[in-house]
């Protein structure tokens, strides 16, 4: 079975944080994902990464940043945390091929006060 | 517009009924679609693939509309156990560098009752 294993399940941050959430898959799938979900809005996707060094932006990726400097590892990181960042983290990986599912591990909720 | 649009219920439905969900898609170069379901502080979890011929696993069945930009959940003889939140789920192509990731429906609620 696939692995997707994230950091923290809970965390509370202060605004203006540098905040790092982590996440590591033991499949060697090429692919992975950072989605985060909020109530009414569903998952909408961060960032994602298809290789090692290699980052694409999603459809909310302003106040984020990523790094996967190992294949199994992708890391989130929120430059200055805000109010407004609160919310579930969820990470997720596919292996290649467009068509293939993703699985994601157990998320992450952040909390800024 | 929404890129995937689900009625976000909730569907209150008896053991024992059968209930079906819709969900529609607005980019037609989607290429392949999904039906993940979502327990209450849990991570999603993919149910089943949707397959263009329709496909069907146990008590759930799967369609696909590609002419009505459309795809359909049918759970039969519900149990309680099927209480969670479906999402739907589509491979479409990212509007800036055309690469492929899912993007997911809000989802829609579905309580069974005794």
């Known amino acids: 079975d696939v692995k997707v294993t994230q950091s923290s399940r809970y965390l509370v941050k202060r605004t203006g944080e540098k905040v790092f959430l982590e996440c590591v898959q033991d499949?060697?799938?090429?692919?992975m994902f950072w989605y985060r979900q909020d109530p009414g809005l569903g998952l909408r996707l961060i960032y994602f990464?298809?290789?090692?060094?290699?980052?694409e932006k999603g459809d909310i990726p302003e106040g984020y940043s990523v790094s996967r400097e190992k294949k199994e590892r992708f890391s989130l990181i929120l430059e200055s945390a805000s109010t407004n960042q609160t919310s579930m983290y969820l990470c997720?990986?596919?292996?290649?091929?467009?068509?293939?599912?993703?699985?994601f591990g157990d998320g992450t909720r952040l909390s800024i006060l | 517009r929404k890129e995937v649009e689900q009625d976000p219920g909730p569907f209150n439905v008896p053991e024992g009924a059968t209930v079906a969900f819709n969900c529609t898609y607005s980019?037609?170069?989607?290429?392949?679609f999904f039906w993940y379901r979502q327990d209450c502080r849990k991570e999603p979890k993919l149910l089943m693939s949707?397959?263009?011929s329709g496909n069907e696993d146990g008590r759930f069945t799967a369609q696909l509309n590609r002419a009505s930009q459309y795809i359909s959940l049918l759970i039969r003889d519900s149990k309680l156990s099927d209480s969670a939140t479906y999402l739907c789920?589509?491979?479409?192509?990212?509007?800036?560098?055309?690469?492929?990731?899912?993007?997911f429906g809000s989802g829609t609620r579905l309580q069974v009752q005794p």
């Open positions: 949707v397959y263009s």
């Open positions: 990464s298809y290789d090692v060094k290699m980052k």
């Open positions: 789920v589509v491979n479409i192509p990212h509007k800036d560098t055309g690469r492929r990731a899912l993007t």
């Open positions: 499949m060697d799938h090429e692919n």
């Open positions: 997720a990986s596919r292996e290649g091929g467009q068509v293939m599912p993703q699985h």
């Open positions: 980019n037609s170069a989607s290429q392949s």
